[in-house]
């Protein structure tokens, strides 16, 4: 290469160079003027100066927070998409002939709401087969269908199948009076309240039965809810976060599963009204905490008549306990109200307590002895005040019926009046239970009475024996088997066939005799994938005011021929 050519490469390599070099520092002028113009923008300067701290002090969070951004454009990109799509798609349908868009109906094939149950499915085929169908109400009794056969009505049946213990609204005495109040708040109020308790939800039937049910039931404050299942998980997940303590009864009921998951809070069982077993777990985290130097809060939770058994909860040995190892006490009294103590204000009467002032946090329904539906929740004011601001189903979740709210302030005052239905419920207990208890004895029942004799809610399961000889199966088989499939396999539908065999065998060989006999029980409701704890199949029978002793022997007699010959199998 010659020295001209030489010099002029170098020449285009210096001007490249400083085109090069001019260019990024046009480049650097322009950011800083960007940066600069940037600066001087208040909102922009707080975003930046969040994002220098936030990955000065935790780079992961920045990280995450940069995916959510990406996330955030994906799916705003993603929905134009769909509304461009289906923009086009209604602009079709626009253009369609009538007779086009008939065939288009008729083609048309929706999802179904349910999953069809398939082969594997069959052993849960019967229980659906076997649900009743209520046709008709005829006072004390009832004409039921069920789905395997809905052409086979079976008429006058004695329903016992239920939770309405004083059954005010049957019993001639008050019949009338309740249906005519039921009727004049329809008139004036319509049927519903038409939004949450903070969002013009509430009347001053709702304030006026919160107040009736404080001064009723011997509290501070009361707050009404519209669904007594829902009032559970919300107050406790209300009053709990991570890192506080749960310490609760093995068999309390699937409300309270539910309100435990969703609390957050580190939760220990203690064996079923075992109160050695449960002053060993509370012993352990209060010293726990003292050691630690840190305090959450603590909740004993239990239930006063258990729902899987009919048992009552010690609530004496309770009280003890909370106030040695400073605990809350949180008390389910859904089955209680109307039913135990001399006036039917539940498990504090029934244990001989002025008031409520010893149990923290108690949790009602109005949907059983009182005749109507929703919840509550009794407690001190300031409890009550923070769940107004901070539960979730009293604040996005419709309020009672005002319709509802009158009828139970009118149930308050007969009660507060008249004690007679009260007593005559206690009455038709006992003697169900004595006749129950002498008639099984007499034909060797297999079944066992589970219930205290104070409970209006009789529970009959299997004794360990039986189950074992025509099943092979116990308490511990059935929860192991059950914890195993919902924490390994996710199914939405659990099968434990043992259990449902067992089922299955109690509805055939007792709950369908009974109703060949005039007579409704009913099979507890359990539904395995919503179940955490240990439980056993059984049916229930309910004892309420409007029975007679006639009633009473004629039912027991049955009952202990059906039981009779099933045990014999």
Known sequence: MSDLELASSEVKQNAFQMFVLNNSLTQNALFKKLYKSLEQNYVTVVIMDYI?????????????????????????????????????????IDNLTPKEFENFLQEWEPKPLVDPLDEKDTLFKWKLNKQPVITDFKGDKVDVITLDDPQNKKTDLYNLAHYNFLKLSLNPKYSKR?????????????????????????????????????????????????????SIPSVLSTFNKRGDIIVADKLCNVAIQNALQLSRATVYYYDHNDMDDLERYL??????????????????????????????????????LKQKYKFRLFIDETLSIGALGKTGKGITEFYGYPDRSLVDITVG?????????????????????????????????????????????????????????????????????????????????????????????????????????????????????????????????????????????????????????????????????????????????????????????????????????????
């Open 178 to 230: 309740l249906t005519t109040l039921t009727n004049k708040i329809i008139k004036n109020c319509g049927v519903g309240s038409c939004g949450p308790a903070g969002f013009y939800g509430n009347e001053d039937l709702h304030y006026k039965l919160e107040y009736d049910l404080a001064k009723f039931l011997g509290s501070e404050s009361c707050v009404l809810y519209g669904q007594d299942f829902a």
């Open 52 to 92: 220098k701290k936030s990955h000065q002090n935790d780079p992961y969070r920045t990280f995450v927070e940069l995916i959510v951004l990406v996330i955030g454009i994906y799916y705003i990109i993603r929905n134009s998409k769909k509304n461009s799509n289906s923009k086009k798609t209604s602009k079709v």
């Open 283 to 320: 012993e352990m985290v209060y010293n726990d905490e003292k050691n630690d130097g840190v305090l959450h809060r603590r909740y004993i939770v239990t239930e006063s008549i258990f729902q899987h058994n009919g048992q009552i909860c010690k609530l004496d040995d309770l009280i003890e």
């Open 365 to 569: 329904s109005l949907g059983n002895s009182l005749g109507t539906g929703g919840g509550f929740v009794l407690g001190d004011a300031t409890m009550s005040f923070f769940q107004r601001i901070g539960s979730n189903a009293y604040c996005f979740s419709a309020s009672l019926p005002p319709y509802c709210c009158g009828v139970v302030s009118d149930v308050l005052q007969i009660l507060e009046e008249d004690q007679s239905t009260i007593e005559k419920l206690h009455y038709n207990i006992r003697q169900f239970n004595f006749l129950l208890s002498e008639k099984l004895k007499k034909v060797k029942s297999h079944f066992i009475i589970t219930s205290n004799e104070k409970s209006p809610m009789i529970v009959l399961k299997m004794s360990d024996k039986f189950r074992s000889k025509l099943f092979d199966s116990n308490v511990s088989t059935i929860y192991e088997s059950i914890n195993k499939q919902q924490t390994k396999q996710h199914k939405s539908l659990i099968v434990h066939e043992p259990f449902l065999l067992e089922e299955k065998f109690i509805q055939e060989e007792v709950i369908d005799k009974l109703i060949d006999l005039k007579i409704m029980a009913g099979l507890q409701p359990y539904s395995l994938q919503h179940e955490s704890l240990p439980l056993l199949p059984g049916f229930l029978i309910s004892v309420d005011a409007l029975m007679e002793l006639e009633d009473i022997e004629n039912i027991t007699d049955k009952l202990c021929e059906v039981l009779g010959a099933a045990s014999r199998k």
